[in-house]
């Protein structure tokens, strides 16, 4: 292992209960895991672990769960080839607890150890850190190298340190720049730039993620506003908390941002990832109703990881379909992620969807996206998030370049 990588770099926590999922996830995030996904229960995880094309090293799961229980997927772990570590999670007794870890054990896993719920950072912390061992690097997960406070949070949103950065999304058949997908970022004088997997969860839980999220559409607004004088059907994308998808007055508010500068609904995408339709409430099918009939754009974002139905693509007005990185990563080498990548094309044909891949690296992924079908590419190999000033730049450029 190098020094300098966390000892953890993708985890999968498996419970029944969405709450503790996201609970469990905040938790992996905040010790400094770089990426999280979930599973409801044992067999989802099973799926997962044998469909992902890059390697998952820590799987934290609960026992007592439907469709295939904990002890189950403990048994069956080894059967994907699965190789990382594991942490078993429970309400039950602990002398429950003492016997999975045996059992753990006899089945040749890199047990680490059962914990009590509620799963804490500290509890975490506590089997986490020791499995690094004496001669493992010891990684300052990037919530403490950075130490960030609700308090600082608050100050950078007042003063203007979170903003929008802009990452292309270039249509495959033409290579044309058709928009942009807006992410933020905080810059923070002592810190450099932060992520927003670090603060955003911040900005959730302690009721700042409205302003935040206010302030990331008046800058896309902006952004949009400017580039369309050069490029007329540019459309910006922005991605909406479940705070914001719960307000009546969103629908409004958005498009009198728009009317202010003179911009027809269509300039606007609204990103709503499937997790977060885990748990729509009236309000906010509403909500999604009333921003169709405004004329947004609605996209579904990390398509493939959360466990929603196929049925939400027929129940709520999507107009984009954005694929999850897991299945764009070596998707030009592995046939699972081909065929994940084409019954989304052929379901969103059908749907009359927009469909999207995020996270393109390499040529190859992108050549076997194209033949797979999806019209629109996001990732670094097009150019990572800009701030305003340097997309400008790299927009002007870039274009015209057509295909070769
Ligand atoms: P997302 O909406 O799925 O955004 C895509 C993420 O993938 C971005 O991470 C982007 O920088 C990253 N990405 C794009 N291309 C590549 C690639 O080729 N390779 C790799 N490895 N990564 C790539 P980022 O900016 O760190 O954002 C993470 C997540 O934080 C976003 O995921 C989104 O869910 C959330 N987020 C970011 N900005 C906002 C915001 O303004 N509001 C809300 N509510 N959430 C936001
Ligand atoms: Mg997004
Ligand atoms: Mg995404």
Known sequence: MQNQSPPFARALIIDDDPILLEVGRAALLAYGVVHV????????????????????????????????DGMTLLRNLSSVGYQG?????????????????????SHQ?????????????????????AASGPEAPKFTPVADQVKITPEQLRTAIDTGAVVAHFQPKVHSGTRVVEGAEALARWNDDRLGWISPDIFILIAESCGMIQELTWK????????????????????VSVNLPT??????????????MMSDLGLPAGALTLEITERQLLDVTSTALEVFGRMRM?????????????????SVLKTYPFTELKIDRSFVVGVD????????????????????????????????????????GVQTMQGYLFSKPLSEPDFMTWFAEREPRPKA
Not at 341 to 356: G, I, N, P, Q, W
């Open 294 to 310: 405004k004329g947004f754009g609605l996209a579904i974002d990390d398509f493939g990881t959360g466990q929603a139905n196929l």
């Open 243 to 256: 705070e914001l998808i719960r307000d009546l007055e969103t629908p409004d508010r958005i498009a009198q």
């Open 37 to 68: 996904e979930g599973a409801g229960h044992g067999r989802e995880a099973l799926d997962k672990l044998a469909a992902d094309p890059e390697p998952f090293d820590l799987v934290l799961t609960d026992l007592e769960m439907p469709e295939m």
């Open 333 to 372: 080498q592995h046939q699972r992620s081909q065929a994940m990548v084409a019954s989304c094309v052929t379901l969103a044909r059908d749907l009359e969807m927009k469909v999207v891949a995020e996270g393109i690296e390499t040529q190859p992924e992108m050549q076997m996206l194209e033949k797979l």
């Open 85 to 105: 570590a594991v942490v078993v999670l429970s309400s039950m007794d602990r002398s429950v607890l003492n016997l999975v870890e045996q059992l753990g054990k």
């Open 216 to 235: 990331i559409l008046k800058d896309s607004l902006q952004f949009v506003a400017d580039i369309r004088e050069k490029s007329p059907d540019f459309v």
């Open 109 to 129: 896993l890199n047990f680490l150890g059962a914990l009590a719920k509620p799963i804490s950072l500290e509890k975490l912390r506590s089997v986490l850190d």
